[in-house]
């Protein structure tokens, strides 16, 4: 089976530049067959003020798992900040962004728009300033 | 008002505006129930308030010179929103129990580490159940209410989202026809989805009847109407339509309380 896939790095403002703390990865196949996998960088996240992180939506870091997947249901950390499929103004929303194909986590990463719910947001994973 | 960059979900067409420094949804009035669940989201807040319940702020307005809705944003400088689905996910890790049952809703907000106080967000969910009742809700899914963190402790959110509400693809301009199309609320009772008011007449959750029965005393019909009116709804549709459906509502809970 292949997948597609698509990837970022949730971020959050910590002195006032971009800070990854956990990166996510979209797979989808040809039959609508889905999954997340949320890696969160816990070395990076303990040296984060709780003003500036305070956990991910859905996940318990508290496990501390190297990869929490939800494979077929779209996880609430995604549900909250991106249009849902059936969104009346979806097209709007997806021409504003440049994306053609409804896709969570590009839109996430090209849109202006910001979740109401907190100061997060997605960009291209970028390796070199991880650890 | 201008617009801002802040999103919103949900399957209605929305904007984050800004008035006089604060964050509003801007809803215009789209489709075939525009007006009329723009209409239910303002009565419903108006009979939180008539309650003395936290509930966000709707206000009508206009928007291109058509009607819209203005709804308060509730997250301050340093808050977060959490969604009660966000917690049952985590059960997913543990557990794997993210069953939206009662049963599941009550150990989560009893136990959950983050939650302050699981006593008064136990009160508030029950509080917002028995609310939907009486307005006729909609299926109040996971995502539809939740919590407000700030310094890593969560609070009950003000209650939100309520427009699909008042049995409103029922509306057509004639007065109110009992009993109305009530939608069920998407939790599971014993392992069904199961009507509200039988879910508040088993007596099963003590927390529910305690609900039940400070809005049975606070409520009141005529100070809705008034409100409903002052608010800018149409005295016919206020009377004939909101309060004709809460009053019905009320007077069914009444009897098995």
Redesign the interface.
Known sequence: MRFNVESADICVLFNGEPYPVCGIEYYTDENDLFYYCFTPYYERIKLLPSSVFHGIQGIDLSLEKECYVRKNFVPSFISERSPIPTRTNLADLMNDAGIAEYNTIAWLKHTHLRYFGDEYFLREKNKNEYF | MTIN?????????KY?VTVNGK?F?LKPV??KWGMVKMMSELAASIVYKQLELPVQNVLLAKWNNEPAVLIE?F?RE?Q????F??LI??N???SGDTSYSYENIHSTLLTH??IENGKECLKAFWDMFVVDYLIGGGGRNA?NWGFI?Y??KLSPAPVFDSSSSFYYKDYSGAPFFPPGTATPPRMTFNGAICARIDVIASGKYPECTSSAQYIRKKFSSGQILDMLINAGIEKEMAADWFTAILEYNYKRMEKIL
């Open positions: 960059n802040r999103f919103y979900s949900g399957r209605d067409e984050g964050n949804i789209k489709g944003d997250i340093g977060y929103f959490v969604p689905a966000s996910e985590e997913f890790d543990k580490r983050r995502s963190g310094e890593g």
